[in-house]
Protein backbone atom coordinates (compact mmCIF):
# COMPACT_ATOMS: atom_id res chain seq x y z
CA UNK A 1 0.00 0.00 0.00
CA UNK A 2 1.14 3.44 -0.83
CA UNK A 3 -0.61 6.76 0.10
CA UNK A 4 -0.33 9.85 -2.11
CA UNK A 5 -0.60 13.48 -1.31
CA UNK A 6 -0.42 16.01 -4.16
CA UNK A 7 0.25 19.99 -3.58
CA UNK A 8 1.63 23.16 -5.53
CA UNK A 9 -1.22 23.55 -8.13
CA UNK A 10 -2.72 27.33 -8.69
CA UNK A 11 -3.54 29.58 -10.56
CA UNK A 12 -1.47 31.05 -13.43
CA UNK A 13 -1.24 32.60 -16.71
CA UNK A 14 -0.73 30.79 -19.88
CA UNK A 15 3.28 31.07 -20.86
CA UNK A 16 3.73 30.76 -17.15
CA UNK A 17 4.99 27.51 -14.69
CA UNK A 18 3.93 25.53 -11.51
CA UNK A 19 6.14 22.92 -10.11
CA UNK A 20 3.72 19.96 -8.30
CA UNK A 21 5.20 18.03 -5.87
CA UNK A 22 3.34 14.48 -4.72
CA UNK A 23 4.96 13.11 -1.30
CA UNK A 24 4.31 9.20 -1.09
CA UNK A 25 4.25 7.04 2.16
CA UNK A 26 4.13 3.52 2.83
CA UNK A 27 5.74 1.27 0.59
CA UNK A 28 7.57 3.56 -2.25
CA UNK A 29 9.37 2.47 -4.43
CA UNK A 30 6.92 1.78 -6.56
CA UNK A 31 6.56 3.35 -10.40
CA UNK A 32 5.20 7.18 -9.70
CA UNK A 33 3.16 8.99 -12.59
CA UNK A 34 1.31 12.01 -13.04
CA UNK A 35 -2.20 11.85 -14.54
CA UNK A 36 -5.04 14.62 -15.06
CA UNK A 37 -8.88 14.82 -15.56
CA UNK A 38 -10.51 18.26 -16.93
CA UNK A 39 -14.24 19.33 -16.74
CA UNK A 40 -16.13 16.91 -18.84
CA UNK A 41 -13.06 14.59 -19.92
CA UNK A 42 -12.01 11.45 -19.15
CA UNK A 43 -8.93 11.40 -16.72
CA UNK A 44 -5.38 11.00 -19.01
CA UNK A 45 -1.60 10.07 -18.89
CA UNK A 46 0.70 13.06 -18.31
CA UNK A 47 3.78 11.50 -17.33
CA UNK A 48 5.63 8.52 -15.84
CA UNK A 49 9.18 7.63 -13.94
CA UNK A 50 10.55 4.49 -12.80
CA UNK A 51 11.99 3.54 -9.81
CA UNK A 52 15.08 4.72 -10.41
CA UNK A 53 14.26 7.77 -12.04
CA UNK A 54 16.02 7.04 -15.09
CA UNK A 55 13.27 6.26 -17.44
CA UNK A 56 10.97 8.84 -18.37
CA UNK A 57 7.59 8.60 -20.31
CA UNK A 58 5.34 11.36 -21.53
CA UNK A 59 2.29 11.95 -23.14
CA UNK A 60 2.57 14.09 -26.80
CA UNK A 61 0.66 16.97 -25.26
CA UNK A 62 3.45 17.66 -22.95
CA UNK A 63 6.26 16.92 -24.71
CA UNK A 64 9.17 19.55 -24.43
CA UNK A 65 6.62 21.22 -21.58
CA UNK A 66 6.80 19.50 -18.85
CA UNK A 67 9.44 17.13 -16.85
CA UNK A 68 9.00 14.43 -14.68
CA UNK A 69 11.51 13.63 -11.68
CA UNK A 70 11.41 12.09 -7.83
CA UNK A 71 13.86 12.14 -5.18
CA UNK A 72 13.91 8.95 -3.36
CA UNK A 73 15.86 10.08 -0.41
CA UNK A 74 12.54 12.58 -0.01
CA UNK A 75 9.90 9.75 -1.26
CA UNK A 76 8.15 12.92 -3.32
CA UNK A 77 7.82 12.89 -7.50
CA UNK A 78 7.52 16.11 -9.12
CA UNK A 79 6.00 17.54 -12.19
CA UNK A 80 7.72 20.73 -13.16
CA UNK A 81 5.47 21.80 -15.79
CA UNK A 82 6.69 24.90 -18.23
CA UNK A 83 4.77 27.31 -20.79
CA UNK A 84 1.38 26.34 -19.37
CA UNK A 85 -1.32 26.39 -21.85
CA UNK A 86 -5.25 26.91 -20.90
CA UNK A 87 -6.04 23.34 -22.00
CA UNK A 88 -3.86 22.13 -19.51
CA UNK A 89 -6.60 23.43 -16.73
CA UNK A 90 -7.26 19.95 -14.82
CA UNK A 91 -7.15 18.60 -11.48
CA UNK A 92 -3.79 16.69 -11.38
CA UNK A 93 -3.52 13.22 -9.85
CA UNK A 94 -0.49 11.32 -8.59
CA UNK A 95 -0.49 8.29 -9.28
CA UNK A 96 1.62 4.81 -7.80
CA UNK A 97 2.02 1.20 -9.39
CA UNK A 98 4.16 -1.75 -8.33
CA UNK A 99 4.57 -3.41 -11.95
CA UNK A 100 7.83 -2.81 -13.91
CA UNK A 101 8.06 0.67 -16.18
CA UNK A 102 7.64 -0.89 -19.24
CA UNK A 103 4.43 -2.90 -18.09
CA UNK A 104 2.99 0.39 -16.82
CA UNK A 105 3.64 2.37 -20.22
CA UNK A 106 2.02 -0.20 -22.13
CA UNK A 107 -1.08 0.33 -20.39
CA UNK A 108 -0.69 3.72 -18.51
CA UNK A 109 -2.90 2.95 -15.38
CA UNK A 110 -2.01 2.83 -12.49
CA UNK A 111 -3.46 0.82 -9.09
CA UNK A 112 -2.93 4.11 -6.47
CA UNK A 113 -3.56 7.36 -6.62
CA UNK A 114 -3.64 10.72 -4.68
CA UNK A 115 -6.96 12.93 -4.20
CA UNK A 116 -5.50 15.60 -7.19
CA UNK A 117 -4.63 19.42 -6.54
CA UNK A 118 -6.13 21.77 -9.12
CA UNK A 119 -4.03 23.65 -11.88
CA UNK A 120 -5.85 26.39 -13.99
CA UNK A 121 -4.20 28.40 -16.66
CA UNK A 122 -5.89 31.31 -17.90
CA UNK A 123 -4.71 33.49 -20.90
Known amino acids: QVQLVESGGGLVQAGGSLRLSCAAS??????MAWFRQAPGKEREFVAG????????DYADSVKGRFTISRDNAKNTVYLQMNSLKPEDTAVYYC??????????????????WGSGTQVTVFS
Open 95 to 112: AADPRTIAAFTATRRADY
Open 49 to 56: ISRSGATT
Open 26 to 31: GRTLYI
